[in-house]
């Protein structure tokens, strides 16, 4: 099957198209969040994070579409074969690392909001300061492509993204339990506008909390993908890189799929938001 692949493009033919039907429910996903009654420093941190979705799907459907022009087989060699390969796995430690950093910001932002709601809620988009977490995510993700696919630090690139993923987790639980009881607090002494700042956030960490168990559990499975490379494999038969190459990009074209469509199908006002969207276009 692999000798058939290499001489026939199928696998990059299949993955781009799977790539191009997991963008479409990130697709609504990010137009329905325009649309949704949330707070404009979320609404800035969610688009960029559905944005570095489509960044790992754009990135995977590059690195194999790029399969179809190299003249050595239509299978990759390894980690430098074709030689454009490095760089666009560079950008996919870059978009990978970059969604995990917006999943965190976007705890860090809930908590942020409930400290004092009433302020918060009357406040605009802090431009500043979430275009300090768009840079610095970028900035993280960046640094650890480098360590993974240009330093060759596999282990150590996996490790830290699954580090970030289960912080990010179990950050947001904890956040569901503090807003709850920020909510139960303001509920007799608290104005309008502060019980509903601190609802809101615990709507969005409550919806946010399935999307990351189910991302950690996918993000996981990847990794351990990488570690069976870095660790057993990666100087034996290349057909073996082949299998695990796959597996690896197809669990986050999965992942992108389940994620997005958690948080719209977990959220209320993005949900009617998408199903509006819908509708219109029908």
């Known amino acids: 099957i692999l000798d058939f692949c290499d001489g026939f493009p199928l696998i990059s033919i299949v993955l781009n198209l799977l790539c191009l039907v997991a963008s479409l429910p990130v697709l609504v996903l990010l137009i329905a969040i325009q649309r949704s009654a949330v707070h404009a420093n979320c609404r800035f941190l969610i688009s960029c994070w559905a944005s570095s979705l489509l960044g790992i799907l754009l990135n995977i459907a590059l690195l194999y579409g790029h399969m179809i022009t190299f003249d050595g087989g239509f299978l990759p060699r390894g ?7 490095p760089s666009l796995l560079w950008m996919h430690g870059v978009v990978y690392f970059a969604s995990s950093s917006f999943e965190m910001f976007i705890v860090i932002e809930r908590f942020l909001s409930t400290r004092n709601p009433h302020i918060y809620h009357e406040s605009g988009r802090a431009t500043k300061t979430m275009t300090s977490f768009a840079i610095l995510a970028v900035a993280l993700g960046t640094c650890n492509g480098y360590v ?11 490790l830290i993204h699954n580090l970030l993923d289960l912080l990010t987790l179990t950050v947001n639980t904890l956040g569901i339990r503090y807003s709850k009881g920020r909510f139960n607090h303001l509920y007799a002494n608290g104005s309008l506008n502060a019980r509903y700042q601190v609802k809101e956030a615990h709507v969005m960490a409550k919806a946010m909390n399935p999307v990351y168990l189910a991302s950690f559990l996918l993000k996981m499975t990847a990794t351990g993908v990488g570690y069976i490379y870095s660790i057993f494999i990666c100087c034996t038969d290349v057909r073996y890189y082949v299998l695990l190459d796959v597996s690896y990009f197809l669990i986050h074209v999965i992942n992108c799929v389940f994620s997005s469509k958690f948080l719209i199908f977990k959220h209320e006002s993005i949900r009617k938001s998408a199903r509006s969207l819908l509708k219109n276009d029908r």
Request: charged share 10%.
């Open 79 to 85: 980690v430098v074969s074709p030689p454009l390969r």
């Open 148 to 158: 993974l696919y240009i330093l060759r630090s596999q282990t150590i690139g996996l």
